[in-house]
């Protein structure tokens, strides 16, 4: 559940007008739309009336109800529809203001850490940018176990450029962790880890790397799979995300040095 304090609920309730039992402009049916388009939840769903059937009702038992990221992920939204639409809602910059802070300050609380790494770059095609961005997405929603094949398609795009940078073969044959030993034996060869801890992990990593071509394979929506609890794909995720970023940050740093 959300921890929003009073002082910020009456803030947004201000916002999006809901002392009427509305929500900014929004009919039941494109209240509903809403929640499905953009955060992937049935808002009309028995478990958000504890508070009563009105939409204002709804978002109440919602923001009680949901993580904080899921709310801030509502909030922003909300808010971005309301300047759409060019409602009068948003005519009070102050209150604006004060509710993107309130976004700010749940978007801290992050079920994945690191997921602001798993996005492609400038240079990535269009494929690339796409499945990065599904992936992402089902954590915005709260819903890493949907997430799980566009994850792996995500790593193997992300490992397979890591490995031509460096003029290593990225066969389309090779299995995900076989690209990815291949990477961290350069690494290791090129003298770029520091420490003995840090070549552990990546090993590791290889490791868990295979285990995710099998969990991709027969536990999520690529096949006709049951899928994984909500708490085994966060654990994936947070771990795939971790891994991510710290390469990103080491192949930053080796660009950065190659330069002088």
Do not use: W
Request: with cysteine.
């Amino acid at each position: 559940m959300s921890d929003l304090t009073s002082h910020e609920r009456r803030k947004l309730e201000k916002l999006f007008g809901m002392s009427s039992g509305y929500v900014l402009d929004f009919s039941n049916r494109t209240f509903s739309e809403f929640f499905e388009e953009y955060l992937g939840k049935d808002i009309y769903h028995a478990k958000y009336d504890t508070h009563g059937t009105s939409k204002a009702n709804h978002l109440r038992s919602f923001c009680d109800q949901e993580p904080n990221a899921v709310v801030a992920k509502c909030i922003y939204e909300l808010i971005e529809h309301a300047r759409h639409e060019g409602l009068s809602a948003i005519q009070d910059q102050a209150l604006v203001a004060e509710c993107l802070a309130i976004h700010a300050r749940l978007t801290q609380d992050k079920p994945v850490a690191d997921i602001e790494a798993i996005r492609a770059d400038a240079d990535d095609d269009r494929d690339f940018e796409l499945v990065a961005r599904a992936a992402a997405e089902c954590i915005e929603k709260n819903q890493p176990e949907l997430g799980l094949d566009r994850l792996h398609t995500f790593m193997v795009k992300f490992v397979r450029k890591l490995c031509e940078e460096r003029g290593l073969a990225a066969d389309r044959n090779v299995p995900l962790n076989g690209l990815f030993a291949a990477y961290v034996k350069k690494l290791q060869g090129d003298g770029h880890l520091g420490s003995q801890m840090a070549e552990q992990i990546l090993r590791s990593s290889i490791g868990n790397l295979e285990q995710f071509n099998h969990v991709r394979n027969k536990h999520s929506l690529a096949h006709d799979n049951p899928v994984l609890t909500y708490d085994e794909a966060l654990l994936i995720f947070n771990h795939v995300a971790s891994t991510v970023r710290f390469v990103k940050a080491l192949d930053d740093r080796l660009r950065s040095g190659a330069k002088h």
